[in-house]
């Protein structure tokens, strides 16, 4: 019993040692192929790199992307190849495959392995073959990516090996939409090229396009009339997709028009006041942002993702007082004098921003975005901003909010019976002046809770408010002044009119246009699409 554990102990230990001494071998064997890169000459070098690619060793892969960038370089003394960064007037030296520091050379010690346009295409293909059988998929995906844009008919071999063993669906796919594009680029048979003309068919994105037109060109006969069919029906596709992506583009236009116009029509509804510094409510919101972020970042760094959360109560309270307080110092003194009451919120518009210059300066505040609303993410071919789909989501989260004030509290009930008839809702004991006072307070605070969400999308300066005011005027009198179903499907119909006009008349020759249809709506319908009822609106 003894000697046959002594036997399975002796051929453990060889098996071990002969594994260490194989592996040994095969780095040394990758240094030699990694050093042979020193004699510089171009064609050799171009050997060299598929020599790399035969391996198969992914350990190759950080030599080929230095080499790419040029940061590859050989010591002269020894023709020692390193990745090598320029620190003062020395160079950083890195082993190229354990990507080690290894200390530090003179210029004149080194020299750089130059690489032509050529040789840079090259090595892009031979990254993509490397790497098209790494553990991770994310790094076979790119890989993947990187020979479809070479189309290198020489990386089909390794991408028939790839293909055969990948395990993940959505990799599959682009190694597949890879090979398609080095069929096309190779001389293989025409059947082979008509079935990579399906696959990009099935592909159907604007690269798939652009690959199908040039084949157009240069084949004949029934591989050219696929080429056609294909093109033709990606064309298709891509307008249905470029439709969706103006509709949401629309739709996302739309939520800034509501979260600017929604307070507006509340207090242009109850009161009639034709408000001009309701943008610099907005703005004042946004101010707010800026400051508490401002806050976070000297003392509480770590609250940053939660800094558009604290804003929002802050900046409706900050919006709303300053709003109480211009209805009761200017505003209730000139009901029923829209004239005077135009003028007056003007020069107040003024004011808020001439105070705003004087404490935070005539420039642009940087607002910054929390990880959760920064970037983008690709449905079908539609590219979809975090930021803007987050603000669709707030605009109509208050929306609902606010129709739950208006319809099932007391303050909503108030406001409702002084919207529709002023003197019977006095008459009942309302007190018409204090809702007068809370509602426009409301309309301010909703501005501000807006200007939060702005200042995510847009620069933050005094004159923020002003570039959305007579948006807002368009979106309540179309929609039906006082209306909130009617704002909210204004304010969707006006930014999806825009989106689709601004590619052929341009974005203010556009708004001319939409300026122009309200102005002919109105003269059919004075009362925008979903007017107010009452025997005080009909009389």
């Known amino acids: 019993m003894s000697l046959l554990k002594s036997i399975l102990v002796f051929f453990c230990l060889f098996a071990g040692l002969t594994g260490q001494a194989f592996a040994q071998a095969d780095a040394e064997s990758l240094r030699n192929l990694v050093n042979e890169l020193a004699k510089g000459k171009y064609a050799e070098t171009e050997q060299q790199i598929e020599a790399l690619v035969a391996t198969g060793n992914p350990a190759a892969a950080p030599v080929l992307k230095a080499l790419g960038v040029g940061n590859l370089y050989f010591r002269k003394s020894d023709n020692a190849v390193f990745i090598a960064r320029k620190s003062g007037k020395t160079f950083v030296l890195t082993d190229p495959l354990t990507l080690e520091p290894t200390g530090e050379a003179g210029k004149r010690e080194i020299k750089k392995i130059k690489v032509n346009n050529k040789l840079r295409r090259v090595v892009r293909a031979a990254l993509g073959s490397l790497t098209l059988q790494a553990p991770d998929p994310e790094v076979r995906r790119s890989a993947a990516s990187a020979i479809f844009k070479a189309k290198d008919p020489d990386s089909i071999p390794a991408l028939n090996v790839a293909i055969a063993a990948e395990t993940d669906d959505g990799v599959l796919k682009v190694m597949e939409q890879a090979r398609a594009a080095a069929v096309l680029n190779s001389d293989l048979d025409a059947s082979d090229k008509l079935a990579a003309v399906a696959t990009l068919s099935e592909m159907g994105n604007r690269d798939a396009l652009s690959l199908l037109i040039g084949l157009q060109s240069t084949a004949e006969g029934d591989l050219r009339d696929a080429a056609v069919s294909a093109a033709a029906k990606i064309e298709k596709s891509i307008a249905a997709w470029d439709t969706a992506q103006n509709v949401w583009y629309g739709l996302s236009l739309g939520s800034v028009l509501l979260l600017a116009a929604i307070g507006l029509a509340i207090t242009f509804g109850v009161m009639g006041v034709i408000n001009m510094a309701h943008g610099e409510m907005v703005m004042i919101g946004a101010y707010t ?34 709003g109480i307080g211009i209805e009761r110092g200017v505003i209730r003194w000139l009901y029923g004098r829209p004239l005077e009451t135009l003028l007056a919120t003007w020069g107040i518009s003024l004011i808020l921003q001439q105070a705003v210059r004087s404490l935070f300066g005539p420039t642009n505040r940087e607002v910054g975005n929390p990880d959760w ?10 590219t979809i901003t975090y930021n803007r789909m987050w603000i669709i989501v707030f605009a109509l989260v208050v929306f609902a909010a606010l129709m739950l004030v208006l319809k099932k509290t007391p303050f909503g009930l108030y406001t409702r019976a002084v919207t529709q008839n002023r003197r019977m809702a006095a008459s009942m004991g309302i007190r018409t002046p204090w809702i007068d006072a809370l509602t426009f307070g409301l309309g301010s605070g909703i501005a501000g809770v807006a200007g939060v969400a702005l200042s995510q999308i847009d620069n933050v300066s005094p004159n923020l408010g002003q570039g959305y005011i007579i948006d807002s005027f368009m979106v309540v009198v179309f929609g039906g002044v006082g209306n909130l179903w009617g704002t909210l499907v204004g304010a969707m119909t006006l930014g999806v009119v825009n989106k689709f006009l601004e590619p052929y008349a341009g974005a203010v020759l556009g708004k001319i246009f939409v300026l122009v249809f309200i102005i002919l709506f109105i003269q059919k319908r004075p009362r925008g699409l979903f007017a107010l009822k009452g025997r005080a609106v009909e009389a």
């Open 373 to 382: 609303m920064s970037g983008a993410f690709e449905l079908g071919q539609m």
């Open 289 to 322: 942002t800026f400051v508490v972020q401002e806050l976070i970042r000297t003392s509480a760094p770590g609250l940053f993702e939660y800094s558009l959360l604290i804003a929002l109560p802050l900046a409706f309270l900050t919006s709303g007082v300053i």
